[in-house]
């Protein structure tokens, strides 16, 4: 699956910060990242870093020497390596919302989840949990699972990705769902389950999982639709007297949280680069 990283604007890098040698280092490796396969001049890294051009050019030579990135004729460098990031989030961001998740679990008693996409697996970024929940979470902070069960996390995530794509990349007929009985999917019903999904903000299963959870999400992307990572509630999945009610109410919660996500986004400039 793709990979991702975030790129803040140089001017956001402190004035300490920028005479930080490894800082330094990592805001080139992060700039010609962002660009792929796109040949760029060393004379605009330097521009849009606010780096000097010896600087650059030292970085660059050694990057060239050791074989990570190709110079072209007229000087414009062409990465040859991958950088990445399992939480694709800066430090402010993260800091924002660690706290709304905190007030979530406080104000409405749930657990929440933030959870990222690493290569082929979801991944357990953080989560909050109530101490006298009657469900001990199996998901914990650094837990993984594949993409293959269709729960609302894995439908929200994929259901962004063109299914000749998915298909190329999974084997299609490897899907089942999130239910009890982990039904096996045929390709046709799990390209029609993603395709459903497709144009949703927010997922759940009602009748929770094989372990007993049940869990409302939403995808958060950042300004470009671009995806950052996943946020949930859980909670065990008990008998529900009125379940459109209880859909209603939590899907207002998650639209709550939702928007005061994005407003951070725009805040930080978030920004999630996507290589395939």
């Known amino acids: ?94 800091k924002t919302l660690d706290e709304i998740m905190q007030r979530t679990t406080n104000k409405y008693r749930v657990s929440a989840e933030v959870v990222v996409v690493s290569g082929f697996d979801l991944l357990w970024h953080s989560k909050t949990e109530l101490p006298d929940a009657s469900v001990k979470l199996r998901a914990h902070v650094g837990f993984r699972r594949n993409l293959y069960e269709l729960d609302a996390l894995s439908r929200l995530y994929l259901s962004r990705s063109d299914w000749d794509a998915i298909s190329y990349k999974f084997n299609p007929n490897g899907f089942f769902r999130a239910g009890v009985d982990r039904a096996s999917l045929t390709a046709n019903e799990a390209k029609d389950i993603l395709n459903t999904t497709a144009n949703d903000s927010f997922a759940y ?24 990572h996943l946020f949930s509630i859980a909670e065990a999945a008990i008998p529900v007297r009125d379940k459109e009610e209880k859909a209603k109410t939590y899907l207002s919660m998650l639209a709550e949280v939702k928007q005061q996500l994005q407003e951070a986004i725009k805040k930080h400039k978030v920004i999630a680069i996507n290589f395939e």
């Open 1 to 94: 699956m793709s990979q991702q990283i975030n790129i803040n604007p140089a001017d956001e890098i402190s004035t300490t910060e920028n005479t930080n040698p490894t800082v330094r280092f990592l805001m080139v490796m992060e700039y010609l990242m962002a660009h792929g396969e796109k040949p760029v001049r060393q004379v605009d890294i330097a521009r849009d870093l606010n780096l000097s051009t010896a600087t650059v050019n030292r970085m660059v030579t050694t990057l060239s020497n050791r074989g990570y990135l190709f110079r072209t004729s007229d000087k414009r460098c062409v990465v040859n390596f991958r950088l990445t990031r399992n939480v694709p989030m800066p430090e402010q961001y993260l």
């Open 205 to 228: 299963d009602m009748e929770g999982n094989h372990v007993g959870v049940r869990r409302f999400a939403t995808i958060i992307e950042d300004e470009n639709g671009n995806f950052l």
